[in-house]
């Protein structure tokens, strides 16, 4: 009987450390994978990000183009009498002031 028990847990230690060698061959597998696909990935520079709406545009830029679009709403409601014409005006700012923002000023230097 203690023979058959000695064969079986000779079987059952061999079984565990063919698993372990199985599952370490695994991991060096995935390692090596992971680090194939580290190096085939393009290099991007770590720099820090301002978690800014408005990172394209310095703060100079972003308060002429409000007090641009601004001035010219006032002045298009105190001088023209029409409200379709005034709507009109209003639609173009709002639509119009990215796009013309972008134009003039591509990027902020600072």
């Known amino acids: 009987m203690s023979k058959q028990r000695a064969h079986r847990r000779t079987a059952l230690?061999?079984?565990?450390?063919?698993?372990?060698?199985?599952?370490?061959?695994?991991?060096?597998?995935?390692?090596?994978?992971?680090?194939?696909?580290?190096?085939?990935?393009?290099?991007?520079?770590?720099?820090?990000?301002?978690?800014?709406?408005?990172?394209r545009r310095t703060r100079r830029q972003r308060v002429g183009v409000v007090a641009l679009a601004t001035a010219t709403v006032v002045m298009t409601f105190l001088f023209i009498d029409s409200w379709s014409i005034r709507f009109a005006v209003l639609a173009l700012v709002a639509i119009g002031t990215p796009a013309l923002t972008t134009l003039a000023m591509d990027r902020s230097r600072g």
């Open 13 to 55: 230690l061999a079984e565990r450390e063919r698993d372990r060698e199985q599952q370490r061959q695994d991991c060096e597998r995935r390692q090596r994978r992971r680090a194939r696909i580290e190096r085939l990935k393009p290099r991007v520079s770590r720099r820090r990000r301002r978690a800014r709406v408005w990172t």
